[in-house]
């Protein structure tokens, strides 16, 4: 019936949405892996340099 066409549609609208959400999410996650690595190197860095400046 349409009612049960519209349910179905209705649904696979929702999953959509949160399966998209999902992939921003470990996109995110990626990201942000990424810059607490780049993060991690300018501490390194830093940590160099003042130990050659002392």
Aim: aromatic share 6%; charged share 25%; glycine share 8%.
């Amino acid at each position: 019936s349409a009612g049960m066409a519209n349910t179905g549609s209705s649904l696979a609208s929702i999953k959509g949405s949160f399966d998209r959400r999902a992939e921003e999410w470990a996109f995110q996650a990626e990201l942000a892996g990424k810059d607490i690595a780049q993060i991690d190197k300018q501490i390194a860095a830093a940590k160099i340099r003042a130990a050659i400046a002392t």
